[in-house]
């Protein structure tokens, strides 16, 4: 077998959150153009876009609408996957949400409803794919999608920060306590993506001009750059990579 082999997912099933639109639509064409099965979700009442994607490149696409705001979301979603597909081999944390306000006047919603979906749901489906991939006896891929801010601090996005340096390092941890297993916690951490996430920066002159004044590769990135990074992270070519987020920024990082 070549290298080049590794990297197919042929037989592969794989749940990916935030499916409908954006980077996670991105990495769900990805996936199933290297051959996985997908089961999406998100809060949308469909998804046919990221569905004609999927079937286009011959592979099976199911979805369902749950909030992840809400505990029940990470079961239901393992069960309707279970149900279409007999098995889960990759799960991608890819649904995420932002409030911007200052510090000073941050509200107590703006703080739950973010660490609720970006950080509480996110550990559910992990916890949720190890006991499945451990029951399985398979092993499994579970990619996080982090941020620059798991890095940086950034600015006025408090819980949006807090969110996800802790994806970061509660990726770290559960690399440590399931690799075990056969099992890949890693993460992927897009730099600035011209996606609706980032709407409103781009809709601001001075901070748009500012922003890809930085980005090394003078562009702002597009759900298509995270393509490899999400096809390598749940094949077999990164099968001892184990607890590291991978940054897909332009270079952001680096300057
Ligand atoms: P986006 O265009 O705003 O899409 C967000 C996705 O998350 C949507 O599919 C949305 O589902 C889903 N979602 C949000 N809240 C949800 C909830 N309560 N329940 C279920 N689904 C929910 O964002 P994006 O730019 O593609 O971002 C995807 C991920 O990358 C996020 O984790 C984000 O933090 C991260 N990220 C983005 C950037 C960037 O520059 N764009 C940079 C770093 C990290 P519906 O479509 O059904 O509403």
């Known amino acids: 077998m070549g290298v080049l082999d590794l990297f197919w997912l042929d037989g592969k099933a794989a749940i990916v959150t935030g499916c409908g639109r954006g980077l996670g639509q991105g990495i769900c064409a990805a996936l199933a153009e290297a051959g996985a099965d997908i089961f999406g979700s998100g809060r949308s009442p469909r998804a046919d876009q990221t569905g004609d994607l999927v079937k286009t490149a011959g592979r099976k696409f199911e979805y369902l609408s749950a909030d992840?705001?809400?505990?029940?979301?990470?079961p239901r979603i393992f069960e309707g996957a279970l149900r279409a597909f007999g098995h889960v081999d990759i799960v991608v944390n890819n649904a995420g949400t932002i409030k911007r306000n200052d510090s000073v006047d941050f509200t107590e919603a703006?703080?739950?409803?973010?660490?609720?979906?970006?950080?509480?749901?996110?550990?559910?489906?992990?916890?949720?794919?190890?006991?499945?991939f451990i029951k399985q006896g398979t092993g499994g891929k579970i990619i996080n999608i982090a941020s620059?801010?798991?890095?940086?601090?950034?600015?006025?996005?408090?819980?949006?920060?807090?969110?996800k340096g802790?994806?970061?390092?509660?990726?770290?941890?559960?690399?440590?306590?399931?690799?075990?297993?056969?099992?890949?916690?890693?993460?992927?951490?897009?730099?600035?993506?011209?996606?609706?996430?980032?709407?409103?920066?781009?809709?601001?002159?001075?901070?748009?001009?500012?922003?890809?004044?930085?980005?090394?590769?003078?562009?702002?990135?597009?759900?298509?750059?995270?393509?490899?990074?999400?096809?390598?992270?749940?094949?077999?070519?990164?099968d001892y990579?184990?607890?590291?987020?991978?940054?897909?920024?332009?270079?952001?990082?680096a300057r």
Not at 201 to 222: N, Q, V, Y
């Open 148 to 163: 620059m801010l798991s890095f940086q601090g950034g600015i006025r996005v408090p819980s949006y920060t807090a969110s």
């Open 241 to 253: 990579i184990n607890g590291y987020t991978i940054a897909v920024d332009g270079g952001w990082l």
């Open 166 to 238: 802790g994806v970061r390092t509660l990726t770290m941890l559960m690399a440590n306590e399931w690799a075990k297993h056969g099992i890949n916690a890693n993460a992927i951490a897009p730099g600035y993506m011209a996606t609706d996430n980032t709407e409103a920066l781009r809709a601001d002159k001075e901070r748009s001009a500012a922003i890809l004044d930085r980005i090394p590769a003078g562009r702002w990135g597009t759900p298509g750059d995270l393509a490899g990074a999400a096809v390598f992270l749940a094949s077999a070519a990164a």
């Open 110 to 132: 703006d703080w739950d409803e973010v660490i609720a979906v970006n950080l509480k749901t996110l550990f559910f489906m992990c916890q949720a794919a190890a006991r499945q």
């Open 68 to 74: 992840l705001a809400s505990p029940e979301a990470a």
